[in-house]
């Protein structure tokens, strides 16, 4: 009896926690189901898109129908009376209680309300949302505009600048309205579909064509079978291979270098085929992963003086030793990804080869501080380059070593070592004789290379600077431009500033303007004499011209810095990398052929384009098309490679057969 008893107490305590919970209002439930890639990413930078689905629309449409069936007959005379609910409220009893406010303040908060409330507010509020949106004044039309201005840019008609918060509306804003949507450019040419071939052309904008002739391709138009020609070409394409050049047929010797690769395992021995072919085959085979400790023993003469091995993952300890064992008389050494080399491995180096200059590791985490310290006292000053890329243990106290037993250093070269930072510019300012210099991508935990630190060491060793890479120091700005290169490196060829974000497009114009100033300075007095108070000539600084240029992610810089570095360096340039400098157009673009855009709008005269360029980079530049690309095609003589990854505007029209064009859509998928 005791136990049914209890058992009653029971069921009837767990009859009022549910009649409880009954009468307490639902809360809402904060499962939330998957999401995208993209969804996350927007939502983790706080770019909030508005865009329904349409299961959801759906529901909300039904869920305002049935609140509508149960509205009270009387709602309408509470409308006219102007007695409004607060937003707050979820039932029509709930306005009784409220102290009434002003019609025009009232409708605002719930015109207003956010989304997460909304679906809370009942068939009354509703109602009066939709008797606010037919009946609303200019006046009050203008004081929502006013009101929304600082939240985000809306259409300017009532109905359409509502429509985020209209549950029941088919326009919901989608991606296109965030915030941060790149601004709309004008463009020149239109894509359209050929409606012979199904093929895309460019056609401009404001061509003036008939309705029936407009979208038939040029190919078609002429009576030509563009479908067969594009077949063909990306078999050509598939045959030559990326290795051995675009639209070339491959060399006797090529076709003998892929079958060794092919068949590397069974080789006994190269024999003599020469050191560029042997660095090629070491490409090749490295590429394939198929250089091992057996296949690197072929690359092992006595009588090499350099060797580059471009992928020792699978090369152990005894493999690399053995380097030093089978190739004493070695002055150039350069091992990629040598992650399984060790302080013995160093020691064994620095023992036996006798005659090492320069030296490029990749990846020896394993090397100690106290074996790099004991490979520099033993090298001493024969070593003249040193290159180190993905090392953690290489400190400060090692570039201390490297200073003191190793000055006569040309080359010097350091990308990705967690301990780099900005206390080591005061030891590499030792260096006096620096022609190449290195800093890329240092750890971000670490203080970071400030400008101040980079003009002081310009000052003391930029004068026989050639090459200059700072790649990935976030702190670089025009700074270093203006008082560090501008005054101090009149022998430069080679820079890289790719990723540097604090410099600006004014400091480029800068930079380089300046650089053309002094070398028109010193062209008018070149067949003059000038001597100094000892009869010495006087030497002028200036700087002939760039060959190579890297100023991609540096997204600041337009049309007018583009100018400024090709009227300096148009005559020089073999190679430019502009990847993502998006607020370049197609006639900063044009530029680089030799059409340079005048003030009154016409073409300059004079101008010449890059005959030297050899290799240029436009991948991202959304303003890239085909008469951009046909015209660098014609100008630039000696163009070989143009990259064009996410250019959009361009289609498979523009052929060339001397160049290789990369990245361009629907090419890429039939190589």
């Not at 009649?19 to 996350?40: C, V």
């Not at 008082?483 to 790719?498: A, F, Q, S, T, V």
Request: net charge positive; aromatic share 4%; proline share 4%.
């Amino acid at each position: 009896m005791n136990r049914q008893n209890r058992n009653r107490q029971q069921q009837n305590q767990n009859n009022q926690e549910g009649d409880e919970q009954q009468q307490q209002p639902r809360q809402r439930n904060r499962i939330q189901g998957p999401t995208s890639a993209l969804s996350s990413f927007l939502r983790e930078h706080g770019i909030h898109i508005e865009n329904r689905s349409r299961r959801r629309r759906q529901e909300e449409r039904e869920e305002r129908q049935q609140q509508q069936q149960q509205v009270p007959e009387n709602t309408s005379a509470s409308d006219n009376n102007n007695t409004t609910l607060p937003v707050e409220s979820t039932s029509a009893s709930s306005s009784t209680t409220g102290t009434p406010e002003p019609a025009s303040t009232t409708t605002t908060s719930i015109l207003y309300a956010p989304r997460q409330r909304r679906r809370q507010l009942n068939a009354a509020a509703t109602q009066l949302i939709e008797a606010a949106q037919a009946t609303c004044s200019s006046s009050s039309s203008s004081s929502l505009a006013n009101k929304k201005k600082g939240k985000r840019k809306r259409p300017s008609s009532d109905s359409e600048s509502d429509s985020d918060y209209d549950d029941g509306s088919e326009t919901d804003s989608g991606p296109g309205s965030s915030s941060n949507r790149r601004p709309f450019r004008e463009r020149r040419n239109e894509i359209v579909f050929c409606d012979k071939c199904k093929g895309r052309f460019a056609r401009p904008v404001n061509s003036g064509n008939d309705i029936e002739t407009e979208n038939v391709c040029p190919p078609c138009t002429s009576g030509e079978t563009p479908n067969k020609k594009r077949k063909k070409t990306a078999v050509r394409r598939r045959v030559n291979g990326v290795a051995l050049g675009h639209n070339k047929v491959p060399s006797l010797q090529d076709t003998c270098i892929m079958v060794v690769a092919r068949y590397i395992d069974d080789v006994e021995a190269f024999g003599e085929i020469g050191p560029a072919n042997l660095d090629k085959l070491s490409k090749i085979i490295s590429k394939n992963r198929k250089l091992t400790s057996h296949t690197a023993r072929l690359f092992m003469e006595p009588t090499s003086r350099d060797l580059a091995l471009y992928d020792c993952t699978n090369i152990d300890e005894t493999g690399l030793s053995n380097i030093s064992h089978f190739c004493a008389q070695l002055k150039s050494l350069k091992l990629i990804y040598c992650g399984q080399m060790t302080s013995k491995v160093l020691d064994i180096y620095q023992s036996h080869l006798k005659n090492l200059q320069s030296i490029e590791l990749s990846g020896p985490y394993l090397v100690t501080k106290d074996a790099w310290i004991d490979f520099f006292k033993t090298v001493g000053k024969r070593l003249e380059v040193f290159k180190l890329s993905h090392s953690f243990r290489f400190n400060r106290e090692c570039l201390e070593a490297l200073a003191v037993h190793c000055p006569d250093l040309k080359e010097l070269e350091f990308s990705r070592l967690n301990m780099m930072q900005n206390n080591w510019m005061e030891v590499i300012q030792n260096f006096k004789h620096l022609k190449t210099l290195k800093l890329a991508w240092p750890d971000p935990k670490q203080p970071k290379i400030t400008s101040k630190s980079l003009v002081s060491f310009l000052n003391s060793s930029g004068q026989e600077l050639v090459k200059l890479s700072f790649a990935g120091l976030t702190l670089v700005d025009d700074q270093v431009l203006l008082d560090g290169l501008l005054e101090n490196c009149p022998k430069l060829k080679i820079l890289n500033l790719r990723g540097c974000e604090g410099i600006t497009s004014e400091g480029i114009q800068k930079l380089f303007n300046g650089w053309n100033q002094f070398l028109q300075d010193n062209e008018e007095k070149e067949n003059e004499e000038h001597e100094g108070d000892h009869g010495i000539p006087v030497i002028q600084k200036k700087n002939q011209g760039l060959v190579r240029l890297n100023v991609s992610r540096i997204l600041d810089l337009d049309d007018d810095a583009l100018k400024a570095i090709l009227i300096h360096s148009s005559k020089t340039l073999e190679k430019l990398n502009l990847h993502s400098l998006d607020k370049i157009s197609a006639r900063g673009l044009e530029m680089i052929a030799g059409k340079y855009p005048s003030d009154d709008g016409n073409t300059m005269s004079g101008m010449k384009a890059c005959e030297k360029l050899k290799n240029v980079n436009c991948g991202f530049i959304r303003s890239m098309d085909d008469l951009v690309l046909k015209l660098l095609i014609e100008k630039c003589i000696s163009l070989e490679r143009i990259d064009v990854w996410g250019c959009n505007q361009l289609t498979s029209q523009i052929t060339a057969a001397k160049t290789y064009i990369v990245g361009r859509e629907l090419e890429s998928a039939q190589q």
